[in-house]
């Protein structure tokens, strides 16, 4: 069974950075998405950013030059590297992963199984 463990999450304030980190167990597959989303209370859930398992990378457009999505393969971990964190990010972060993706964007989470339990991040102004 594909378990998926976040960690990394705090308070900042805003303008700060943080490292959130996305631990993967189970899994076996040789082609892969893993996709970091956020949910706000009262908000829809946001893609935030994605990576494959050849290292291709895309980012919301609220995000986009200010976060960093990478991968330890060896260590079967994802990382979001948050800079400039602002107060309407503010959020729950999950990641969410799948084998074998027909695609890999930051809407794929919507049909992820495997999924973490999130890590929260609250930025003050």
């Known amino acids: 069974q594909v378990q998926l463990v976040e960690s990394g999450g705090g308070s900042v304030q805003a303008g700060g950075s943080l490292i959130l980190s996305c631990e993967v167990s189970?899994?076996?597959?040789?082609?892969?998405?893993v996709v970091w989303f956020r949910q706000a209370p009262g908000k829809e859930r946001e893609g935030v950013a994605s990576?494959?398992?050849?290292?291709?990378?895309n980012y919301a457009n609220s995000v986009a030059g200010r976060f960093t999505v990478s991968q330890d393969k060896f260590k079967n971990t994802m990382y979001l590297l948050m800079n400039s964190l602002k107060p309407e990010g503010t959020a729950m972060y999950y990641c969410?992963?799948?084998?074998?993706?027909?695609?890999?964007?930051?809407?794929?989470?919507?049909?992820?199984?495997?999924r973490g339990k999130g890590t929260q991040v609250t930025i003050s102004a």
């Open positions: 969410a992963a799948e084998g074998y993706p027909v695609r890999c964007g930051v809407t794929s989470y919507f049909g992820m199984e495997s």
């Open positions: 189970g899994a076996t597959w040789s082609s892969y998405c």
């Open positions: 990576i494959d398992s050849d290292g291709a990378t």
